[in-house]
């Protein structure tokens, strides 16, 4: 049952192992994660090429993305408004940055593009269908496959690498608390969308435990559900960055706990240049343990209810 777990999440324990000390070298694998997430979404777009009744199924899979989106972010709003009454966390007079280094039009703009690159490869599955008279979705699912394990290995070289120690993270009551609130309200929300969406409720925890982090839950879903439930994972997480946008300028604040913490994974790379620039520099730290704890998470805990 765990043999499956187990040969995904070696290249991540294999890569956490491994520390990187030279700038030059943590900048290739950063680049290697960015190449990497573009080339397994385009292989996801030409495995949904592949699909029966492809209209009928893409439509399934808005219906299902809306759905499970729709109970995520209710559960997750309420959590984290209940946990901003609690802590009383604000900003006060933090210095807010004028310059920070994206804009909120920017990083929505880059996430969507990784919808355009969907997109792409359903249409080059198409075409490629079309020239070569055979499906694609074979070699495509091969593929990713494979880029899915050199994809695991760089990203526990990041965690590695990030800079956070397990002090700096343990000590961090707010961040940690931000944290649990978030996974827990998102797992509850796949246990209560699973016979919606007519899933197992291990499957329903699967797709709840991306918490945003959009590119690796769609990969992992798909690898284990096919690319239907993989897009369905992929939107609902993309969902969440995309309103947590909208959600950190109006609820900093107001609701500093909610707006740090409804981005999820993404409130320590994505979403923290605008958790940044609103909230300012005592709200740094806090992002970024917070979404290092939900990005530490996301890959055992998708793996490990995908083998039950």
Request: hydrophobic fraction near 60%.
């Amino acid at each position: 049952m765990f043999t499956g777990l187990l040969i995904v999440l070696l290249p991540l324990l294999l890569g956490y192992l491994v520390p990187v000390r030279h700038a030059g070298a943590m900048a290739m694998i950063n680049r290697g994660v960015n190449a990497s997430v573009y080339l397994i979404l385009l292989l996801m777009g030409i495995s949904l090429a592949g699909l029966d009744n492809l209209a009928g199924q893409l439509s399934q899979m808005g219906v299902q993305a809306g759905l499970l989106f729709s109970i995520t972010a209710a559960t997750n709003l309420l959590g984290l408004l209940w946990l901003s009454r609690r802590l009383r966390l604000r900003v006060g007079n933090s210095p807010v940055v004028a310059n920070a280094p994206t804009s909120k039009l920017t990083a929505m703009l880059g996430s969507l593009a990784l919808v355009g690159v969907v997109m792409a490869g359903v249409l080059i599955g198409l075409l490629l269908g079309w020239l070569i008279g055979e499906p694609a979705y074979a070699w495509a699912e091969r593929l990713a496959e494979w880029a899915l394990y050199a994809l695991l290995a760089l990203i526990g070289c990041q965690l590695r690498n990030s800079g956070m120690s397990l002090k700096q993270i343990l000590l961090n009551r707010f961040g940690l608390a931000i944290a649990a609130t978030v996974a827990a309200c998102s797992l509850l929300a796949g246990l209560l969308a699973a016979p919606l969406l007519g899933l197992s409720w291990n499957q329903g925890l699967a797709m709840a435990s991306g918490f945003g982090w959009y590119s690796l839950s769609a990969i992992l879903i798909g690898d284990q559900l096919g690319p239907l439930l993989g897009g369905v994972a992929f939107f609902n997480d993309l969902a969440r960055e995309l309103l947590a946008f909208v959600l950190i300028p109006l609820l900093i604040h107001r609701a500093t706990p909610l707006a740090i913490g409804y981005g999820g994974a993404t409130s320590m790379d994505f979403t923290l240049p605008v958790i940044q620039q609103h909230g300012g520099v005592a709200c740094v730290p806090i992002a970024v343990v917070s979404g290092f704890i939900l990005s530490l998470l996301s890959p055992p805990l998708i793996l490990f209810f995908l083998s039950l």
